[in-house]
C-alpha cells in the first residue's frame, strides 16, 4: 500500500483529483490491478462453445461441446507463476504479461472473439476510483485487527457478511425445525385421540421421522436436517426468482394474458387484500395451463 500510495502522490502531486492522463504512468497501480485479477478474478469459470469438431491436445472435441476454462486454476498453476496464490504485484513490474487476451496465462476478461466487451470500460474506472481513495486517504485496519491472522475474506468483510447470513438463516431454520417437533408430538397426540390416523406430513417431519428411526447406515442429525434444508433453498431461491421475473416480462408484453389472469385472481381472491394458498388450488389457469407453464417452456432458469 505504501508503495502505491507513494506512487499515486509522487505522479498526482498536489491536484485536487487523479485523471486519467496520470494512470499512464502509474505502473506500481497497473501491476497491481493485473496482480489483484491474478488472485481473484471475478469469473473463475468462463464457458466456451466449440463451433466445430477439433483435435486439442491429443483430445477428440466435437463441436457444440461446452467447454469451462478453469481461469481460477490457470490463475494459481505452480507451472506458470511463481509462488502462485501469494499477493506480489512486482511480478509484473518487468514483465510485458497483459490481460487484453493474448497472453492464455492471465485471462480474467477471457480471450478470442467473445472476450470482455466492457474491459476498457471496467478498467478505466477500476483504476481511477483506487489512486483518487489512495491519493486522498491514509488507510488501515481497524486497531487490532491482526491482517496476518486472517484471510482475505475476512479483511474484504465478505466472510463477516456470510457468517451474519448463515446466522440469521440458521435461526430461521431452528425456529421451524422446533416448531415443527413440538407440533408433530401435539398433532399425533390428537390424532390418536380422535383416531384419525397419521397427520399430513410435509418435508421437515419426513426428515424428522428420519431422524427419530435414525440407523448406523444412515445418520441424521439436527444439523443435517438444517443443511438440507438450506440446500433446497440455495438451489431454489435463484431459480424461482428467475422464473418469476421471466413471468412478469411476458404478462408485460401479453396485456391479453395479463387480463385473463388478473380477472382470474380477482374472481377467487373476491376483494380479499392477499391471495393464500388455498385460492392457488382454484386458479386454474394460472396454476395448470398457461402462464407457469408456459414461461418455464419458454424459459427455463436452469438450462444445462
Ligand atoms: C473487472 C471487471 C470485469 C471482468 C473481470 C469481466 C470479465 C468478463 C469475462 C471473463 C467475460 C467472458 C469472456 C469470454 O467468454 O471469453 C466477459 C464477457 C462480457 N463482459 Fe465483462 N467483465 C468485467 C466488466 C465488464 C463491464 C464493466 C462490462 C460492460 C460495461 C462488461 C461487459 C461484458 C460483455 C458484454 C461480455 C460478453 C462478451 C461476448 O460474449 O461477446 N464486462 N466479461
Redesign the pocket.
Known amino acids: 500500500m505504501k508503495r502505491l500510495q507513494n506512487e499515486v502522490r509522487e505522479i498526482a502531486g498536489e491536484k485536487e483529483q487523479v485523471t486519467k492522463d496520470d494512470l499512464e504512468s502509474m505502473n506500481y497501480l497497473k501491476a497491481m490491478f493485473k496482480e489483484t485479477?491474478l488472485l481473484h478474478?471475478?469469473?473463475m469459470l468462463?464457458p466456451?462453445e466449440s463451433t466445430q469438431d477439433l483435435k486439442m491436445n491429443g483430445y477428440d472435441i466435437s463441436a457444440r461441446t461446452l467447454v469451462f476454462v478453469n481461469v481460477w486454476a490457470i490463475h494459481r498453476d505452480p507451472n506458470i507463476w511463481v509462488k502462485p496464490g501469494m499477493f506480489y504485484p512486482e511480478r509484473f513490474m518487468h514483465s510485458s504479461i497483459d490481460f487484453k487476451g493474448m497472453d492464455f496465462e492471465l485471462i480474467?476478461?477471457?480471450?478470442?472473439r467473445?472476450?470482455?466487451?466492457?474491459?476498457s470500460?471496467?478498467m478505466d474506472n477500476?483504476q481511477l476510483v483506487l489512486p483518487n481513495l489512495m491519493h486522498k486517504f491514509n488507510w488501515m485496519l481497524p486497531e487490532g485487527f491482526n491482517s496476518k491472522k486472517f484471510g482475505i475474506d475476512r479483511v474484504s468483510g465478505l466472510e463477516g457478511r456470510v457468517e451474519k447470513i448463515a446466522k440469521q438463516f440458521d435461526g430461521m431454520v431452528e425456529g421451524i425445525l422446533q416448531e415443527h417437533i413440538d407440533d408433530s408430538l401435539d398433532t399425533q397426540a390428537d390424532c390418536d385421540k380422535h383416531g384419525e390416523g397419521e397427520k399430513m406430513k410435509d418435508f421437515m417431519d419426513v426428515l424428522l421421522e428420519a431422524q427419530r428411526e435414525n440407523s448406523q447406515e444412515f445418520f441424521i442429525d439436527s444439523v443435517s436436517i438444517k443443511a438440507i434444508i438450506l440446500d433446497m433453498f440455495v438451489a431454489g431461491t435463484d431459480t424461482s426468482n428467475t422464473g418469476l421475473e421471466w413471468a412478469t416480462s411476458e404478462l408485460l408484453r401479453h396485456p391479453k394474458v395479463l387480463k385473463q389472469l388478473q380477472e382470474e385472481v380477482r374472481r377467487i381472491t373476491q376483494g380479499r387484500v392477499r391471495v393464500i394458498e388455498d385460492d392457488l388450488e382454484q386458479m386454474k389457469y394460472l396454476k395448470l395451463k398457461a402462464v407457469i407453464k408456459e414461461t418455464l417452456r419458454l424459459h427455463p432458469p436452469v438450462r444445462c
Open positions: 485479477l478474478p471475478p469469473t468462463v466456451h480474467p476478461f477471457g480471450g478470442g467473445r472476450i470482455c466487451a466492457g474491459l470500460f471496467a477500476n
